[in-house]
């Protein structure tokens, strides 16, 4: 590698995407399949609000990372959430603290959390039809989500978009009706092509959509524009005319975008990851944090990975789905 494309990697990644926990309220068929075993992590083996909260100040922060989203499992479900993110929207340097949830809690909890300082999230949405719901998710709990989103609206959270994974045969009929509710509401629907990640059983029975087809299905019932608005994430977007809001493609499976990746993640193990898709150059923070070790120590092994990451990144993307590597760790448990 060119040392010009190892300071563009060093500098174009300032996004880290933190998993909170890795357990779950829901149990989506394509993220955590019934009946398969989960290995959770034990409670002292996660990296405690205080951890975290040193590791953003003496390692990310000064390596240049801004934004910061809390994912997991169900972020909702971490204790001390609020006051964990007020800690980190009041760190200097950060400039943006985001959430992507499953909303089942957040109708009780939107006030606070947009109080304590998160102004972004991201609700996963993937039917409007109850029934159709339960099968996704696993439980009956489309009005409480429902709820948890008009919430989310009614507090101020600027942009709200919704994530629906599309799956042949059982979602996708819905596509229009969900691509509607972008019109009068200033939201961001996003569509998001199915991966071989935490239900690959599934994923071969059923198969993925591509974002094209969608766009197409569209654009020829509603008409389709290209905004003029970019996310900071891998959403391709777009507008139905005159609609308030945009929809998303983020087509993983179709389309290649990792020459814009700017993130990398950290589990709530502590385990610092430089690609989603696969399970090179991980590095154990929290070990490294609970030995004591100096933060300049900490900070040099991060700019090692991200030195490597322009590299890691486009591992595997050229595997078909039959020959991919079978992950050790589920969307769940990385946080998408
Ligand atoms: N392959 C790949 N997929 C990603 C990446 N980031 C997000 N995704 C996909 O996009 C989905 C939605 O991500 P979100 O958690 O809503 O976040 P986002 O869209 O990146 O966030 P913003 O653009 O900051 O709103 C994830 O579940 C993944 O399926 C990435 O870096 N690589
Ligand atoms: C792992 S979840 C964690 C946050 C929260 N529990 C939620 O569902 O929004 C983050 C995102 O990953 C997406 N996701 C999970 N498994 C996926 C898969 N196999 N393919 C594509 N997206 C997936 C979910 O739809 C969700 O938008
Ligand atoms: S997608 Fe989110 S809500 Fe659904 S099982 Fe996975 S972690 Fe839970
Ligand atoms: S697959 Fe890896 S490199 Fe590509 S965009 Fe996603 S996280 Fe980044």
Request: proline share 4%; aromatic share 8%.
């Given at each position: ?35 398969a ?46 006051d ?28 606070s959390?947009?109080?304590a ?12 039809d ?46 229009l ?14 569509f ?9 059983a ?18 020829d ?57 696969n ?58």
């Amino acid at each position: 590698m060119s040392p010009k494309k190892q300071v563009q990697a060093q500098n174009s990644v300032d996004y880290l995407r933190i998993s909170l926990i890795d357990r779950c309220n829901f149990q989506c068929s394509y993220c955590m399949p019934i009946g398969a075993e989960f290995d959770y992590i034990q409670t002292q083996e996660m990296l405690t609000n205080a951890e975290l909260l040193s590791l953003l100040q003496e390692v990310f922060i000064p390596l240049g990372f801004k934004k910061f989203r809390l994912t997991g499992g169900e972020p909702l479900l971490r204790r001390g959430l609020v006051d964990l993110i007020a800690a980190m929207t009041s760190l200097s340097g950060v400039e943006d603290v985001s959430m992507t949830t499953n909303g089942y809690l957040l109708e009780g909890m939107a006030r606070s959390l947009y109080e304590a300082g998160l102004k972004r999230i991201n609700i996963s949405l993937d039917s409007l039809d109850r029934d159709i719901f339960r099968q996704v998710t696993g439980r009956d709990h489309w009005q409480k989500v429902w709820q948890g989103i008009l919430a989310a609206h009614e507090v101020g959270f600027d942009p709200l978009k919704l994530n629906v994974v599309v799956i042949p045969g059982v979602n996708d009929r819905e596509v229009l009706d969900l691509a509607a509710l972008s019109i009068d509401r200033a939201w961001h629907v996003r569509f998001i092509e199915f991966m071989p990640i935490g239900n690959t059983a599934l994923f071969e029975h059923k198969g993925w959509v591509d974002s094209a087809t969608l766009r197409e299905q569209i654009g020829d019932h509603f008409g389709l524009i290209a905004a003029n608005c970019r996310g900071n994430g891998p959403a391709d977007v777009f507008q139905i005319p005159n609609a308030k809001g945009t929809l998303g493609f983020i087509s993983q499976m179709s389309e290649c975008f990792c020459d814009r990746c700017n993130r990398i993640r950290l589990s709530a193990d502590g385990w610092l990851r430089p690609c989603l898709l696969n399970e090179s150059g991980q590095i154990d923070l929290k070990t490294a944090l609970r030995e004591g070790k100096d933060p300049a120590f900490l900070r040099a092994i991060v700019r090692e990975l991200l030195n490597l990451k322009s590299e890691i990144n486009f591992k595997d993307r050229d595997r078909g789905t039959s020959d991919r590597p079978s992950y050790q760790r589920t969307m769940s448990q990385i946080g998408g």
